[in-house]
């Protein structure tokens, strides 16, 4: 399954209807979200039964795992039914929360095949923003609420009447968790940007306009189900995680919070080791946590995703790179020495060819696509190592 390509709902479809697919309730299937850290916003994993040809981006495994717990949320509602009826339920409920409002969700859905429809609308959902150039290389922002939509989607299964209302009230208060736990302890800055990510991603609730005095403690008595309630305490326990430890109000706050919510401390207890084995453990894959600066993780975000595309089209491009020897000797010479000013407009222009000769490589031929070039070339032998050695020319 390639979620980056059309086609790829219908191919979720045909992997979840496979004997022994999934899973058994939607404990399981929460824990699982949990290990995968789609809970926790943030996206390293998917489910063992999807087989997927190619090795997954963040923005792609949130999606799986977006179409993965709407479409078990479905089945643990309503039963195993046409995988058509459960795509039309989905389209419906986005429909119903108007997120029509977001970006250009309007212009793009277009089409007769509510499946491609919806495909479009997951995207939508998944990227926060930023342009065309840095969402085709996967540089947006990825949504970190988005187990909140599945929490929605399972209000809107039970005919909730306001489930938009709900879906405000259900942001309002996670935001307001998260702020009161951070508030709760001395931050050096990373909790800050959890912060950060988790406003960036509100979709039904004004941030400017969202009070933080304390009185969303008041609505956790009855207006929330109980994976409503353990998705707050989740989130409670990942911001005030950072420094492994509780002082003294960290400690008031996290089980008075568990308190309120009806969690014993044990249980609070058990979350807060859960949550500091996932990072302990995955540290280094979480963006937010990572101190490198902001132009160490754009070359590193870009390397990542050219290799993808490289990846994705391989065959062609060793066919298209076989059948131009000169720009191959050049590649191979670049390795070791530097081309003149001729040379390097040689391999641009030559490079900017087969790039037009493969639609899903023209993203290099937009504005600002050629700082790519030298990370495409960079990837180049790996692509064709035998031509790299025939080629290369040694330093004298």
């Known amino acids: 399954m390639n979620p980056s390509a059309s086609g790829w709902i219908n191919k979720f479809g045909h992997l979840a209807n496979k004997e022994n697919a999934g899973f058994s309730d939607f404990e399981s299937l929460y824990l699982e979200l949990k290990k995968n850290g789609f809970v926790y916003g943030v996206h390293l994993d998917i489910a063992p039964f999807i087989e997927v040809e190619h090795t997954l ?56 095949k509510t499946e491609s429809q919806l495909e479009k609308l ?47 009230l259900l ?13 709760s302890k001395e931050t050096d800055g990373n909790d800050a940007k959890l912060i950060q990510l988790l406003a960036s991603s509100l979709t039904y609730v004004n941030l400017g306009e969202t009070k933080f005095d304390g009185s969303y403690l008041d609505l956790l008595d009855n207006k929330f189900t109980r994976f409503e309630k353990d998705y707050f305490l989740d989130m409670a326990c ?56 902001l132009a160490v993780q754009f070359y590193e975000g870009m390397s990542k995703n050219v290799s993808k595309l490289i990846l994705r089209n391989s065959k062609r491009l060793k066919k298209e ?47 600002g696509g050629a700082v790519l070039l030298p990370i495409f070339i960079k990837l180049i032998p790996k692509l064709l190592p035998s031509a790299f050695d025939d080629n290369r020319v040694e330093e004298d």
């Open 171 to 183: 942001e309002y208060v996670t935001i307001n968790i998260a702020y009161h736990a951070l508030n």
């Open 57 to 112: 981006s963040e923005d792609e495994i949130a999606k799986i795992n977006l179409l993965t717990a709407l479409y078990y949320t479905y089945t643990f509602e309503k039963g195993k039914t046409d995988f058509t009826d459960f795509v039309n339920t989905v389209f419906e409920y986005y429909k119903s929360l108007d997120v029509g409002r977001i970006s250009f969700l309007n212009k793009i859905l277009s089409g007769s």
């Open 321 to 367: 790179l076989t059948q131009s020897r000169e720009l191959v000797s050049l590649l191979s010479k670049s390795t070791v020495k530097d081309l003149s000013e001729e040379e390097k407009k040689k391999v641009q222009e030559q490079l900017v060819d087969i790039f037009k000769s493969i639609p899903s490589l023209a993203i290099f031929m937009l504005p």
């Open 238 to 293: 990942l911001t005030i995680w950072e420094d492994k430890s509780l002082d003294y109000t960290e400690s008031d706050y996290i089980f008075g919070l568990g308190k309120d919510l009806g969690k014993s401390e044990e249980e609070v207890k058990l979350e807060l080791e859960f949550v500091k084995h996932f990072f302990d453990g995955n540290k280094e894959k979480v963006p937010y946590l990572n101190d490198k600066n």
């Open 122 to 168: 997951i995207d939508s959902r998944i990227y926060l923003g930023g342009n065309a150039f840095n969402r085709a290389f996967g540089n947006s922002l990825t949504n970190s609420l988005l187990y909140v939509d599945v929490l929605i989607f399972m209000v809107y299964l039970n005919g909730k009447a306001d489930v938009k209302g709900h879906a405000q």
